[in-house]
């Protein structure tokens, strides 16, 4: 029997056919195959994010863990803030809250406004409990939510890991983003310089600092 002269080109479409199926399903397997069951994070489709503006990142207002409102950091305008961003699970961030404590009590009177921003993924009264659990908190305690990535990103920074902190001058300007757990000593200093009149010299330029060895991240994604 004769074969169909257009057989290689029905052979050659099935084949292609074939090989672009099984090409989507490899694209398609790790968004709908099975969690891996060792812990290890599962990749999501990513969409890109847009940074806040230093505007609206000291604009956005979040919901005081205190019973005091919702607040946002451009409240404290005239003031050099500190801002820490922490989570309940995360040791290291638990560690240096002592250190924020003295770092406001001791230099409240000169300018210095520690703020707080809790970025846990649990309900808010879970994170008041918790700080219902240790010492006085003196600083306010801020509940964030998914926008606090876009916050961070407007000032500079990467919020991959926690803890991270934020210190800003007077004006709003970012002096410092500090990726991972405070250096008391370090910590101190930064303090010390900010708070040092406008004109008087030696304020520091804003910089990053290396990540500290003592940041933890999610273990899984969001």
């Known amino acids: 029997m004769q074969q169909p002269r257009h057989m ?30 060792d ?13 806040m503006t230093m505007d609206e990142a000291l604009g956005a207002k979040y919901e005081g863990l205190n ?13 050099v803030v500190l801002v820490n ?4 699970w995360c040791a290291p961030c638990r560690e240096e809250i002592p250190l924020l404590v003295h770092l406001q ?11 707080g921003i809790a970025t846990d993924e649990v309900a808010e009264k879970d994170v008041k409990a918790y700080l ?8 306010p305690m801020l509940m964030g939510d998914e926008s606090v990535n876009r916050m961070v990103a407007g000032f500079g920074g990467n919020l991959i890991g926690l803890p991270f902190s934020v210190l800003l001058d007077r004006q709003g300007h970012v002096l410092k983003l500090y990726p991972g ?42």
């Open 181 to 222: 757990q405070l250096d008391p000593q370090e910590a101190e200093q930064l303090v010390r310089m900010a708070l040092v009149p406008v004109g008087a010299g030696n304020v520091p330029a804003a910089t990053h600092v290396a990540p500290a060895p003592a940041t933890q991240t999610r273990t899984t994604a969001k």
């Open 67 to 79: 019973q005091s409102g919702s607040h946002a950091l451009n409240e404290w305008h005239g003031k």
């Open 39 to 51: 812990g290890t994070p599962v990749a999501q489709p990513q969409t890109a994010v847009r940074p």
């Open 132 to 139: 219902d659990k240790i010492a006085v908190v003196n600083y």
């Open 105 to 115: 009590a001791e230099y409240s009177a000169q300018g210095l406004q520690v703020v």
């Open 8 to 37: 290689p080109l029905i052979v050659l479409l099935l084949v292609a056919a074939a090989a672009a199926g099984f090409g989507m399903y490899q694209w398609l397997a790790p968004m709908t195959g099975p969690a891996p069951t």
């Open 85 to 88: 961003y922490w989570a309940t």
